[in-house]
């Protein structure tokens, strides 16, 4: 079925991953949500450009994406920056985690974010997790043993997860 992305419409996004793989597969799903983000590489980018953003009336971020596995990312020191700025008020913060976190169950130590979805990215997770974000109602999953996390559906994989890499040059 197709997914409704109507109600992201307008939503302004800034991506804060080094990662060019993580970059990549996040900017492929927000195209076929007809959306777009802006990235950046680090958390002092980040910072610059969420204050120039918010101090141009319509044009502020509504949504930050965290590769919260990126080397040197000093969440706290951001969220604190983030939430101690009235313009950035509205502000709503993902993590984007290896799935590995959620089947080893690893806490998530510090970091507050107001939702999460794991990588691989999965289409549907992700847009449910940027509907919650935005307040509003995630369409309802499908009837099945889908474990849930803060933002959004997760399905535990039926077998060890296997991975193939193929490199041709």
Do not use: Y
């Not at 983000?37 to 969420?50: F, G, K, P, Q, Y």
């Not at 101690?84 to 984007?96: C, F, T, W, Y």
Request: glycine share 6%; proline share 9%; with cysteine.
């Amino acid at each position: 079925p197709l997914l409704d992305t109507q109600p992201l419409a307008g939503t302004r996004l800034l991506l804060l991953s080094s990662s060019t793989a993580t970059r990549q597969a996040v900017e492929m799903i927000l195209r076929s949500f007809n959306l777009s983000c802006e990235t950046v590489l680090n958390s002092d980018e980040a910072i610059i450009r969420l204050r120039q953003a918010a101090q141009n009336p319509g044009h502020a971020f509504q949504v930050l994406l965290v590769d919260a596995k990126q080397p040197n990312l000093q969440w706290q020191g951001l969220a604190r920056e983030i939430h101690s700025d009235p313009n950035m008020a509205g502000l709503k913060s993902a993590g984007l985690r290896p799935i590995t976190d959620f089947r080893r169950q690893v806490p998530p130590s510090d970091e507050k974010f107001d939702g999460e979805v794991f990588k691989p990215l999965k289409q549907s997770q992700f847009l449910n997790c940027l509907l919650s974000l935005r307040g509003q109602t995630p369409p309802a999953a499908a009837p099945s043993g889908a474990e849930v996390s803060s933002s959004a559906a997760v399905v535990p994989l039926p077998h060890p997860l296997r991975i193939l890499v193929a490199e041709g040059n």
